[in-house]
DNA sequence: TAGACATTTAGACAACTTTCTAATCATAGT
DNA sequence: ACTATGATTAGAAAGTTGTCTAAATGTCTA
């Protein structure tokens, strides 16, 4: 599977668009996170399993919490991807041939 | 639904970010589209279906067949809620309070 | 080492996706 | 009007997703 195709299904829930935003302005643990939804903590679980296999957000144990937190580079993979489309089109004439999917 | 979960389900699949790739430096009809896959006609109409419920493509019939083209705005849509993510931030003050998913 | 707390994993189930084949709709040309 | 061509719609099969409950794992503290 596409690196992308893992970030743009990770990315078409809205609860996994909740948790990022939520961990936009400081990294969380998994139960504080799931603080701020009415599903399950194991539900919770599984979506932060599918971020991480997107590699929007790392864990890291910390005693007895896990702590989340946004890998903001991969943000940027889409986002060139998504600029072809605007009118600023590929911009670098030197930056060569189909690294595009 | 809201409309970025139809445009991230959209974009999640591969064959239909290769549709959006081919419409990129022209517009096409759905037979000129289909011609690039290995699946059946049917299949491709029905990932346009998804495409234009997503509003990235439009469609238009020109005779016999149907013409299908990007609608560039909706890209930037995906652009500006990725860009809260990276370094760039919520650039504007001024832009305010959760416009936000 | 036992108990409590935080989190994940396993297994089940309904809903949705992707693909196919077959049938239908729309237009053009004879 | 008939037929050929381009494209979509309908319905079915196989796989994937999002959610749950229940059980398991990992860590801290007494």
Same mark, same amino acid.
Request: avoid cysteine; glycine fraction near 2%; aromatic fraction near 6%.
């Given at each position: 599977?596409?690196?992308?195709? %893992?970030? &743009?299904?990770?990315? #078409?829930?809205? @609860?996994?668009?909740?948790?990022?935003?939520?961990?936009?302005?400081?990294?969380?643990?998994?139960?504080?996170? =799931? =603080? +701020?939804?009415?599903?399950?903590?194991?539900? /919770?679980? $599984? $979506?932060?399993? /599918?971020?991480? !296999? =997107?590699?929007?957000?790392?864990?890291?144990?910390?005693? !007895? +919490?896990?702590? %989340?937190?946004? +890998? @903001? @580079?991969?943000? !940027?993979?889409?986002?060139?991807?998504?600029? !072809? &489309?605007?009118?600023?089109?590929?911009? #670098?004439?030197?930056?060569?041939?189909? =690294? $595009?999917?």
């Amino acid at each position: 599977m596409p690196p992308l195709t %893992y970030i &743009f299904k990770a990315l #078409a829930d809205p @609860t996994r668009r909740k948790i990022l935003h939520l961990l936009r302005t400081k990294d969380l643990t998994a139960g504080q996170i =799931a =603080a +701020n939804f009415t599903i399950t903590p194991a539900s /919770i679980s $599984h $979506h932060l399993t /599918i971020l991480k !296999q =997107a590699d929007l957000v790392v864990d890291e144990r910390r005693g !007895q +919490n896990i702590v %989340y937190s946004l +890998n @903001t @580079t991969v943000f !940027q993979d889409a986002l060139v991807w998504l600029l !072809q &489309f605007t009118d600023a089109g590929d911009k #670098a004439p030197h930056e060569e041939e189909n =690294a $595009h999917d």
